[in-house]
């Protein structure tokens, strides 16, 4: 049986159109999505923001119904079995407002632990484990307002873990985390697949830790899926081309030769994407003509960025 399954998927919003026209336009976040994940699988939804990937969260944690489709957890209709799914899920969210933050780290775990009811010895054993876990059983009785961002985020893992899910949903869990904390998430995720057999739903828009951790990625972008397959499997798409990086300063052009923008820092603007060898030196003239100053080029292995700008003609941050 799979973990997830997803069918076709849509989920309209309504646009509020001011009075006194009183018509109502719709904006549609997901457009017919269909993927599966595997049990014990590590399955990532990488995409800009507003690509539908927290809209897809919502929908398969019982949040929000979809406007059609079909979505099941465990074998369990979103819709007509949502507290079913709810009983062997959890999610850590986007943002850090999951927690209380007037309540210690161990005050947190055993009120979430109460609600999951999950039985009192159990919940003790459970919390201590957690705590040890995520590094933060030395601040157990440290009120959370006083945690950084990151011991914040591993606390929210810890909560998510406390009623024992089968499937966990990960809403871009290193979102605005410093490179140490970050990393300490990563491992933390890999240890919960590998070790404890957990499914695993991630969404990310970043490309590297979407590399990292996933077996399998959709990348979805503008409400649609547009590309399914291995991490190495989705490099193959872009194996081929001649992948090139370009470091420009004083260049404030359209995308040359279908190269993406896919960095600016003040003047210094970096260019990457598939190009033919021969156009190499072409782009080099049209960058010289148009006044920029080129720093450098260089020839790269292909990325799942390279992916992304093959298959939307743009950097994934655009």
């Not at 336009?25 to 990937?53: D, M, Q, R, S």
């Not at 089968?166 to 933390?188: H, N, Y």
């Not at 049209?286 to 960025?305: G, R």
């Amino acid at each position: 049986m799979k973990a997830i399954e997803v069918k076709n998927l849509r989920k309209l919003y309504p646009k509020k159109i001011p009075l006194p026209f009183r018509k109502i336009e719709w904006f549609e976040a997901l457009k017919g999505i269909t993927f599966n994940v595997k049990k014990g699988e590590l399955f990532g939804l990488l995409g800009p923001n507003g690509a539908g990937k927290t809209t897809t969260i919502k929908i398969l944690t019982t949040l929000l119904e979809p406007t059609s489709g079909e979505a099941r957890v465990l074998g369990f209709d979103i819709v007509k079995e949502a507290r079913e799914i709810r009983k062997r899920i959890n999610l850590v969210a986007e943002g850090e407002r999951t927690l209380y933050w007037r309540l210690t780290a161990y005050e947190n775990l055993r009120y979430f632990a109460s609600i999951y009811y999950v039985p009192k010895k159990v919940a003790e054993e459970r919390i201590r484990n957690l705590l040890h876990m995520v590094g933060l059983w030395d601040r157990k009785d440290d009120l959370v307002m006083n945690y950084s961002r990151g011991m914040k985020q591993r606390l929210a893992i810890a909560k998510a873990l406390i009623n024992d899910p089968e499937v966990l949903f990960l809403d871009e869990p290193t979102l605005g985390l410093d490179v140490q904390s970050a990393i300490f998430v990563r491992e933390l995720i890999k240890k919960l697949v590998e070790e404890e057999k957990k499914t695993v739903l991630l969404t990310t828009h970043y490309m590297h830790e979407a590399e990292e951790l996933c077996d399998r990625i959709a990348i979805i972008d503008h409400g649609r899926i547009i590309a399914l397959d291995t991490p190495e499997g989705l490099k193959k798409l872009v194996r081929k081309d001649t992948i090139v990086e370009v470091r420009v300063k004083n260049y404030n052009g359209e995308n040359p030769f279908g190269l993406a923008k896919i960095k600016e820092e003040g003047e210094k603007v970096v260019l990457r994407g598939p190009l033919d060898e021969e156009d190499i030196p072409k782009l080099v003239e049209f960058l010289v003509k148009n006044n920029a100053k080129v720093l450098s080029v260089e020839v790269k292995e292909p990325t799942l960025e390279d992916v992304f700008i093959k298959l939307t003609g743009r950097g994934l941050r655009d």
